[in-house]
């Protein structure tokens, strides 16, 4: 079995820690993967995402905590669905209402992911294992010189973020990007605990 199906099958059997709700965070620096490994990891959990681009502003990069609370924490633990209203990054304004409905898992993707106003409400928090300099390179790279100013003004407040508020080392799991697919290592937060889904002695690679 491929390590995405099998960690999807780990995670299924986590317990609910939002209501009825596994929330699975994936944390880690801007260009690090996120996005692409929690769509590959959701599609095989058959779960709902939710990107924290869309909680997140120009003048708010990080200050999303409340508005994550109130649209999204606070009605999944009801066991309801949320209703948020997504960012646009183009217009600057917030667009209409999106519904995240209640299920039995959620993803939650984007830096900051993992922060600890969250943790407590969060299943398991994954960890993408790429360093900032690597990460922020590629982040610049697909996003071209058009968005090269906002680049400046994120690295440093990513940067201040992880100071104040780092995630990596509360991470139940570490996700390597690999030619191949993931490699998945224990975090630094259990030796083995109930929520680490690969230990030191069952590391698998998926293909996909």
Request: neutral net charge; charged residues 25%.
């Amino acid at each position: 079995m491929h390590s995405l199906d099998r960690a999807a099958s780990e995670l299924r059997r986590l317990p609910p820690s939002c209501g009825p709700v596994r929330l699975i965070a994936v944390d880690g620096h801007a260009g690090s993967g996120k996005s692409t490994f929690a769509g590959r990891l959701a599609a095989r959990l058959t779960a709902p995402v939710l990107h924290l681009d869309d909680l997140a502003t120009h003048e708010e990069l990080f200050a999303w905590t409340e508005r994550m609370r109130d649209q999204v924490i606070e009605p999944l633990s009801r066991g309801e669905a949320a209703l948020y209203h997504p960012y646009d990054w183009n217009l600057r304004a917030f667009g209409p209402p999106r519904a995240l409905p209640p299920a039995p898992v959620v993803l939650i993707e984007g830096v900051g992911a993992g922060r600890r106003a969250l943790r407590p409400c969060l299943a398991a928090l994954l960890w993408m294992d790429r360093g900032p300099e690597e990460s922020w390179s590629r982040g610049r790279h697909r996003d071209g010189p058009a968005l090269s100013a906002f680049w400046d003004g994120w690295t440093v407040a990513e940067t201040r973020h992880f100071d104040e508020d780092p995630s990596r080392p509360f991470a139940d799991t570490l996700v390597r990007e690999c030619q191949e697919g993931y490699e998945w290592l224990p975090g630094p937060s259990v030796t083995a605990g109930p929520n680490q889904i690969i230990t030191h002695r069952d590391r698998a690679r998926s293909v996909n």
